[in-house]
T-cell receptor, first 115, second 113 residues
Framework: DTGVSQDPRHKITKRGQNVTFRCDPI?????LYWYRQTLGQGPEFLTY????????KSRLLSDRFSAERPKGSFSTLEIQRTEQGDSAMYLC?????????????FGPGTRLTVL | DAKTTQPPSMDCAEGRAANLPCNHS???????VYWYRQIHSQGPQYIIH???NNETNEMASLIITEDRKSSTLILPHATLRDTAVYYC??????????????FGQGTILTVHP
């Protein structure tokens, strides 16, 4: 257990529905990252926050995806109008900016299945 | 971000050292080498990282060549629980991409009894 928690661990939804995932980082960590991992592939970066500011978004993050970190603590990732191609593991990671080395610790992930 | 090259798979006998190689010939001066592993259906687990010097912690050792173009992760006494996908990543330590990890395909390490 790294101290990063994600909820829910599994989500099954029907195409077209909206889903929201939550990530609680390690408490003093100021950076929070979202990644997506499809079967047989390594995780792919989606977006990251420093405190409450969203500083970078991948081109993978289409208009149907939105992420927030309103108070610089937990974060949510929402997918609107889900598609079957959204089926994946969604991973959250957090880090504490200290010097120039930035070690990320990952949560267990939320596995999304879109039927 | 620099790219890394790893063998797709490796085998190791339980109790023996596992040596996982990684090539990162285009690494730049401010990029760190990170190693993570991922056991089936779990989130990636941080193992170790380094810039220039060799590093050791309770999990593994990291040997980085003097020119920094390659590295080796060493698990000194592999156990069955070390069976996982191992990712070697070089990460930029500056600019707006600071901290973003770019995962490749990794090396599937299988530890045999």
């Amino acid at each position: 257990d790294t101290g990063v928690s994600q909820d829910p661990r599994h989500k099954i939804t029907k195409r077209g529905q909206n889903v929201t995932f939550r990530c609680d980082p390690i408490s003093e960590h100021n950076r929070l990252y979202w990644y997506r991992q499809t079967l047989g592939q390594g995780p792919e970066f989606l977006t990251y926050f420093q405190n409450e500011a969203q500083l970078e978004k991948s081109r993978l993050l289409s208009d149907r995806f939105s992420a927030e970190r309103p108070k610089g603590s937990f974060s949510t990732l929402e997918i609107q109008r889900t598609e079957q191609g959204d089926s994946a593991m969604y991973l959250c990671a957090s880090s504490l900016t200290a010097g120039i080395s930035d070690t990320q610790y990952f949560g267990p992930g939320t596995r999304l299945t879109v039927l | 971000d620099a790219k890394t090259t790893q063998p797709p798979s490796m085998d190791c006998a339980e109790g023996r050292a596992a040596n996982l190689p990684c090539n990162h010939s285009t690494i730049s001066g401010n990029e760190y080498v990170y190693w993570y592993r991922q056991i089936h259906s779990q989130g990636p687990q941080y193992i170790i990282h380094g810039l220039k010097n060799n590093e050791t912690n309770e999990m593994a050792s990291l040997i980085i060549t003097e020119d920094r173009k390659s590295s080796t992760l060493i698990l000194p006494h592999a156990t069955l629980r070390d069976t996982a996908v191992y990712y070697c990543i070089v990460a930029n330590a500056g600019g707006t991409s600071y901290g973003k990890l770019t995962f490749g395909q990794g090396t599937i390490l299988t530890v045999h009894p």
